[in-house]
């Protein structure tokens, strides 16, 4: 057993060797033959990195927002261009009373954050002495809008139902609006204006870091009551409605509180048993998903564009070991003459099938991870992870095209007759 095993591995050894000096012998030619696999194997492990990158970014910062999150709103998300339908654009508003029942009526809610932002192409612009923030996001909140948001304050305090009730001119800033107007300085308690309204500081949000290449840390928020005082319009083209963010008081109580809210706000609105809702419930996993399936999408079509390129480096691959038989047809005529038997010749040109094939993957492993590597580095935003299972699959498919496109040429090898092998010009 063991002089076959040994047998085997010398056999191995040789064909191996044999293909590297094919290879070395005609260097321009197996370049171009391994070329289609290179760019299959590498455009499959970079797209894997960056997708799998982008999947795994996007899912600890929607995550950063509260993994307890339910939030209803007029419409649903969506990710990309596209028009709504008729029927979702005659929606009923989701109003403040709405939020506030939420609150009343269903126990599990720990807190709940009506929120309206200024979505309507102004241009939002904070000053402090000659220094601006250009277009910070500004949104009108409520007290609980910290805990529902998994946002809370590092510096000072945040809005109080006080602040609600007197529509009190004050403001919580984020990080990134804090580096613009006050560099050097605690901007507590310093008047700003916000497109010529004054508001007194209270409140520095804390860092949220990135996310997809913007930041989550350019916030201007002020009272409820102050934003429908100083942006009447908002109200006025887009009727009353708002985002309603609301978080349990346990990660299991999640399905109760969208089973009462969604029951909740179906009466209210009036919905019959047998039709849909007519608002939307959206959560982290929502989010992850609804992305998720545009990635998806993305990876789909690579992969199609990657398995052509497979498919042309094959034929390649098939195509020099049919050129290689017919130049080596005397020296296979030698070796049958002498003993070699049919399995002997087949695992001679399937080896250097699948050595050339497994060179290009091989190269197109290490380009495949290079180029996400070099892009994440020139572009920071941009995350690529590559996984290790990733580099796996790609010296497979490679092998596998070697196997599958060398073994009719291995064959073909084989089963040449000795007699007219020899005899073969």
Not at 29 to 51: D, E, K, Q
Not at 339 to 367: N, S, W, Y
Not at 392 to 411: E, I, K, R, T, W
Request: charged letters at 20%; a positive charge.
């Amino acid at each position: 057993m063991s002089s076959l095993i040994s047998h085997l591995r010398r056999g191995f050894t040789e064909n191996v060797r044999f293909a590297m000096l094919a290879v070395r012998a005609h260097k321009l030619r197996a370049s171009l033959t391994v070329l289609g696999i290179v760019v299959g194997v590498a455009t499959v492990i970079a797209m894997v990195s960056i997708v799998n990158g982008f999947n795994n970014n996007m899912i600890r910062q929607f995550q950063d927002y509260g993994a307890t999150l339910v939030q209803f709103q007029k419409f649903s998300m969506r990710f990309g261009p596209g028009h709504r339908s008729q029927s979702e654009r005659n929606r009923k508003d989701l109003t403040l009373d709405d939020a506030l029942m939420l609150k009343a009526r269903i126990p599990e809610i720990r807190g709940v954050s009506p929120e309206r932002y200024l979505f309507d192409g102004t241009t939002p612009n904070a000053k402090y002495r000659g220094r601006e923030s250009n277009a910070p996001n500004v949104v009108g909140a409520y007290p609980d809008y910290t805990l529902a948001n998994n946002h809370f304050v590092q510096l000072g305090r945040f809005i109080t139902e006080s602040d609600i009730e007197h529509s009190t001119p004050v403001c919580v800033i984020g990080s990134d609006v804090m580096k613009a107007l006050f560099p050097r300085e605690s901007p507590l308690d310093k008047v700003v204006e916000l497109n010529g309204w004054k508001y007194t500081v209270v409140g520095v949000m804390d860092d949220k870091g990135g996310f997809f290449g913007g930041s989550n840390n350019n916030w201007f928020i002020i009272p409820f009551s102050a934003f429908d005082r100083q942006f009447p319009q908002i109200k006025a083209s887009h009727g009353d409605t708002i985002h309603i963010a609301t978080v349990p008081y346990r990660p299991d109580q999640v399905p109760t509180v969208i089973e009462k809210g969604r029951a909740l706000l179906r009466a209210r609105r009036g919905v019959p048993f047998n039709a849909e809702d007519d608002f939307y419930i959206l959560t982290p996993d929502e989010m992850i998903n609804s992305f998720q399936g545009i990635t998806r999408g993305i990876t789909g079509a690579m992969v199609f564009i990657a398995f052509i390129s497979l498919l042309i480096g094959g034929v390649g691959v098939m195509n020099i070991m049919l050129v290689s038989v017919t130049e080596r047809t005397r020296e296979i005529g030698v070796r049958k003459a002498v003993g070699a038997f049919r399995r002997d010749i087949v695992l001679q040109f399937l080896t250097e099938a699948t050595t050339l094939a497994l060179l290009g993957g091989v190269i197109g492993v290490v380009v495949g991870v290079a180029v996400p590597a070099a892009i994440k580095a020139a572009f920071a935003a941009l995350p690529a992870e590559t996984p290790f299972w990733a580099i796996l699959v790609g010296l497979l498919v490679s092998m596998s095209v070697g196997v599958f496109f060398g073994l009719y040429p291995a064959v073909k090898a084989s089963r040449l007759d000795p007699i007219e092998a020899l005899r073969y010009e």
